[in-house]
């Protein structure tokens, strides 16, 4: 589903994990000796490796990839253990590309709550404004869409796109075509239930199209990228360049799904990603997504206070109502294109997952 929020599609023959620390971090300090952080490099890399070898044949993986940013304009913990390839291919690097799904959806919803801060739309107007193609939505608005409670299923579970993508998976679907696959149907009065849907991000991304000075959702979120400082990050709405392919660590479809029995044990990471597009078609690697979670949740330098507080203000994943923060009552909560969760043993975070 481009997310593990639902049952997942293809199961990743490599995962790859970010994190940073604010001042503090559980369990160690922010600014740690030179030698705690050889120690805790050490650690992190036995915790790794020997998940790796403890799971790796049960869960398919080929190569776990982790980095941890304990302090701005530090070097980050770079650690990882495996192979590029699931029963052999080179050793697994801290620069190799992993794809990361649904963690594109951060980068389209600040493309969208940048042209707000432009004066370019609102994310509370209706988007029959921006996308008079699709009357039957016109009435639903970007902020319900981005939530995931604008009351539309996700066409990535439809019977009509496993037969598509089974039927072709090399061949480049538009957007359009994704979303019509479940037009015109609003299968919830929206506002009043959460539900994942990658079809309102596709939509958000048509908008961003529209609605930019570009008139091109691939350069805007390129423009983002690199405002954002990313050296190893990249988007395509259908296949990335050889450059970037090549440091793109296999991936390998293990479900059953209804129709996907010719893909099992295959590598899907050729396949083309015209499927996903706005709603999680990024390649990164782990180091990039610290930097990018600083950026997201720390100062101001992809937003302006009024759509940070957007971006970050959360429904809950029970209610679909307004919450101010996760609790014991409300541990899951959805901002726009963002995650938080409240838990026992790690205290409140924002997270996010992403798989394709």
């Given at each position: 589903?481009?997310?593990?929020?639902?049952?997942?599609?293809?199961?990743?023959?490599?995962?790859?994990?970010?994190?940073?620390?604010?001042?503090?971090?559980?369990?160690?300090?922010?600014?740690?000796?030179?030698?705690?952080?050889?120690?805790?490099?050490?650690?992190?890399?036995?915790?790794?490796?020997?998940?790796?070898?403890?799971?790796?044949?049960?869960?398919?993986?080929?190569?776990?990839?982790?980095?941890?940013?304990?302090?701005?304009?530090?070097?980050?913990?770079?650690?990882?253990?495996?192979?590029?390839?699931?029963?052999?291919?080179?050793?697994?690097?801290?620069?190799?590309?992993?794809?990361?799904?649904?963690?594109?959806?951060?980068?389209?919803?600040?493309?969208?709550?940048?042209?707000?801060?432009?004066g370019r739309l609102s994310i509370d107007a209706p988007i029959g404004t921006y996308l008079p193609q699709y009357p039957a939505y016109a009435k639903l608005t970007l902020r319900r869409l981005l939530s995931m409670t604008g009351g539309l299923e996700t066409y990535d579970d439809t019977s009509a796109w496993y037969r598509m993508f089974a039927s072709a998976p090399m061949r480049?679907?538009?957007?359009?075509?994704?979303?019509?696959?479940?037009?015109?149907?609003?299968?919830?009065?929206?506002?009043?239930?959460?539900?994942?849907?990658?079809?309102?991000?596709?939509?958000?991304?048509?908008?961003?199209?529209?609605?930019?000075?570009?008139?091109?959702?691939?350069?805007?979120?390129?423009?983002?990228?690199?405002?954002?400082?990313?050296?190893?990050?990249?988007?395509?709405?259908?296949?990335?360049?050889?450059?970037?392919?090549?440091?793109?660590?296999?991936?390998?479809?293990?479900?059953?799904?209804?129709?996907?029995?010719?893909?099992?044990?295959?590598?899907?990471?050729?396949?083309?990603?015209?499927?996903?597009?706005?709603?999680?078609?990024?390649?990164?690697?782990?180091?990039?997504?610290?930097?990018?979670?600083?950026?997201?949740?720390?100062?101001?330098?992809?937003?302006?206070?009024?759509?940070?507080?957007?971006?970050?203000?959360?429904?809950?994943?029970?209610?679909?109502?307004?919450?101010?923060?996760?609790?014991?009552?409300?541990?899951?909560?959805?901002?726009?294109?963002?995650?938080?969760?409240?838990?026992?043993?790690?205290?409140?975070?924002?997270?996010?997952?992403?798989?394709?």
């Amino acid at each position: 589903m481009i997310s593990q929020w639902n049952r997942r599609y293809f199961a990743a023959a490599a995962v790859c994990l970010a994190a940073f620390a604010g001042t503090t971090a559980r369990g160690f300090s922010a600014s740690p000796a030179p030698g705690n952080r050889v120690a805790l490099t050490q650690a992190l890399q036995r915790d790794i490796t020997g998940y790796l070898t403890k799971y790796g044949a049960a869960e398919h993986l080929s190569a776990l990839s982790l980095a941890v940013s304990l302090k701005p304009g530090t070097e980050p913990i770079d650690v990882v253990a495996g192979t590029t390839r699931y029963g052999g291919g080179q050793k697994a690097a801290p620069s190799d590309l992993y794809q990361i799904g649904s963690n594109t959806k951060a980068f389209t919803s600040v493309a969208v709550l940048q042209l707000e801060a432009q004066g370019r739309l609102s994310i509370d107007a209706p988007i029959g404004t921006y996308l008079p193609q699709y009357p039957a939505y016109a009435k639903l608005t970007l902020r319900r869409l981005l939530s995931m409670t604008g009351g539309l299923e996700t066409y990535d579970d439809t019977s009509a796109w496993y037969r598509m993508f089974a039927s072709a998976p090399m061949r480049y679907t538009p957007a359009d075509q994704l979303i019509r696959l479940i037009y015109p149907r609003i299968k919830w009065t929206p506002g009043t239930k959460y539900s994942y849907s990658n079809t309102g991000y596709l939509l958000a991304q048509e908008v961003v199209a529209a609605r930019s000075k570009s008139h091109s959702f691939s350069a805007e979120i390129a423009r983002i990228i690199a405002a954002a400082g990313l050296k190893n990050t990249y988007y395509a709405d259908n296949f990335y360049p050889d450059s970037v392919a090549r440091r793109v660590v296999a991936g390998y479809y293990e479900n059953d799904d209804p129709g996907f029995e010719k893909f099992i044990g295959k590598n899907t990471t050729p396949y083309t990603v015209s499927w996903a597009q706005g709603a999680g078609s990024i390649v990164s690697t782990p180091e990039d997504l610290t930097v990018w979670a600083r950026a997201l949740y720390q100062g101001n330098a992809l937003l302006p206070d009024r759509q940070k507080r957007e971006l970050l203000s959360l429904v809950s994943t029970q209610t679909a109502k307004p919450v101010a923060a996760t609790d014991a009552d409300n541990p899951s909560a959805f901002g726009l294109g963002v995650a938080q969760k409240s838990d026992k043993n790690l205290g409140r975070f924002w997270f996010y997952q992403g798989e394709t």
